[in-house]
């Protein structure tokens, strides 16, 4: 099984820009997709980045996703950041072994 | 509009089962896996379970593997975990999710992700 490591926290004042990391443990993070879900204080996860860096309809343009082969990590950047960006932030990905395997969640502070 | 709207959690003693439900609408129910997602108090998102489309094909996460049983009616548009043999460790929020997969050139699906997610239904398990 492989896992996806992310940091616990992040914070960062409003209008700058801030990257989360998430890095695969083992097998390389370019095979598979790797998501990113967004879930505010006592709400449901949403989906901001699917596809390693595609933004569904709604999520504003700030929101980035990217993939690092030599670090074998995929990153979330959000850009002038909101103070309603403060939320945790999930990378998932998968393999033909684990179908969904998720990261421990970053808490974004904005402040 | 997608809505997954999920009932039948509470508080259910160790060793007991409990049967969760979530009813969609506003998409072609048939047409879509479905997950089931747990979060305990305080901790982060743990995949629990998947379902075919057309029920053809089950995975599970090892915690529960041999004690949870993901099933649906697509003629009701509803999804179903039945959790038996209960622990401490299953109390948490449980979200079911729609299926966004991912298929290989034959059509074959080789991975998985959520595209939309119910509000919850919290499950304690404590005597």
């Known amino acids: 099984n492989f896992m996806l490591t992310q940091p616990h926290s992040v914070s960062e004042s409003p209008g700058k820009t801030v990257t989360i990391s998430c890095t695969r443990s083992s097998g390389s993070i370019a095979s598979n997709y790797v998501q990113w879900y967004q879930q505010r204080p006592g709400s449901a996860p949403t989906t901001v980045i699917y596809?390693?860096?595609?933004?569904p309809s709604g999520v504003p343009d700030r929101f980035s996703g990217s993939i690092d082969s030599s670090s074998n990590s995929a990153s979330l950047t959000i850009s002038g950041l909101k103070t309603e960006d403060e939320a945790d932030y999930y990378c998932q990905s998968y393999d033909s072994s684990n179908p969904v395997v998720f990261g421990g969640g970053t808490k974004l502070t904005v402040l | 509009q997608v809505q997954l709207v999920e009932s039948g959690g509470g508080v259910v003693q160790p060793g007991r089962s409990l049967r969760l439900s979530c009813a969609a609408s506003?998409?072609?129910?048939?047409?879509?896996?479905m997950h089931w997602v747990r979060q305990a108090p305080g901790k982060g998102l743990e995949w629990v379970a998947v379902i075919w489309y057309d029920g053809s094909n089950k995975f599970y996460a090892d915690s529960v593997k041999g004690r949870f049983t993901i099933s649906r009616v697509n003629s009701k548009n509803t999804l179903y975990v039945q959790m038996n043999s209960l622990r401490a460790e299953d109390t948490a929020v449980y979200y079911c999710?729609?299926?966004?997969?991912?298929?290989?050139?034959?059509?074959?699906?080789?991975?998985?992700?959520?595209?939309?997610w119910g509000q919850g239904t919290l499950v304690t398990v404590s005597s």
């Open positions: 506003g998409f072609t129910f048939s047409s879509y896996g």
């Open positions: 999710a729609r299926d966004r997969g991912f298929y290989d050139t034959s059509g074959f699906q080789v991975g998985y992700s959520h595209d939309y």
């Open positions: 596809e390693d860096n595609q933004r």
